[in-house]
């Protein structure tokens, strides 16, 4: 079954250094292996200009579950987290089954 993995990037005290550094992190995960499709997307602040509980999110498409964890496994996933991480900005990971209508 397809599998989505979902970063739920928080929002950052400084904002600007935050998307500096998020360029190369991006640029990391579209080299994750057997990576079908990248979506990465800004959340749009709440109509009355304050903010969600969400800067980013991230998503990343896998053929199957199996792939998905193997490519998180990788050196390159490594660089990549090692990186967000490195933001100091907190964030959600959540594997899922994409469901077909």
Known sequence: MPTKITLVIENPADPARFEDAYTEIAELAAQLPALQRLE????????????????RTLDLYFETYEAASAAVATPVAGEFFQ???????????LFSDIEQA
């Open 83 to 93: 990186r967000l991480i490195g933001t100091g900005v907190p964030f959600t990971g």
């Open 40 to 55: 990465s997307a800004r959340v749009w602040p709440k109509e009355d200009g304050t903010s969600t509980p969400a800067h």
